[in-house]
């Protein structure tokens, strides 16, 4: 199936916000935090987290997508792979920018479930929104 430039642009900015909703909305309730100067400061934060995905990951998922895309192989299995390929470097450079040293066993971050849940899932809701955002038109072919 071959999307448009359009389509694959707007499923990439539209992915990371379910995983993002739902860690403030986390955050909110396990600290208790229900005041409205509070939710609002928690909200801020998660969009400076959106404006580093965007900066930082669109770019390079954009090009994966289109070149996957221009060969037929854009599809969840390419998507969750280089999902996981995009959050290893974002997560190498976040820890990086906290401590200034890349680990040595950076590779370890993986053996954690909670880690490898926060790198699918903006993949799996790039996938969805992009075959929900696909036009339903059918080309008929003579």
């Known amino acids: 199936m071959r999307y448009s430039k359009k389509e694959i642009i707007k499923a990439l900015l539209l992915a990371p916000l379910p995983l993002l909703f739902f860690t403030a909305l986390l955050f909110i309730l396990m600290n208790h935090e229900y005041s409205l100067s509070s939710i609002f400061i928690i909200f801020v934060g998660h969009g400076l987290v959106y404006l580093a995905y965007c900066i930082l990951t669109v770019p390079f998922s954009f090009l994966l997508s289109i070149l996957f895309n221009r060969y037929h ?3 969840l299995l390419t998507i969750c792979l280089n999902s996981l ?3 290893t470097a974002f997560f190498v450079f976040l820890g990086w920018s906290h401590t200034g040293e890349i680990t040595t066993e950076w590779w370890k ?3 954690n479930s909670w880690t490898i849940l926060m790198a ?3 993949g799996l809701c790039y996938w969805f ?3 929900n955002l696909k036009d339903k038109t059918v080309e008929i072919v003579e």
Request: hydrophobic residues 75%; aromatic residues 20%.
């Open 85 to 87: 390929i995009i959050a």
């Open 120 to 122: 699918l899932l903006p």
């Open 73 to 75: 192989f854009l599809n």
């Open 109 to 111: 971050m993986y053996t």
């Open 129 to 131: 929104f992009l075959i």
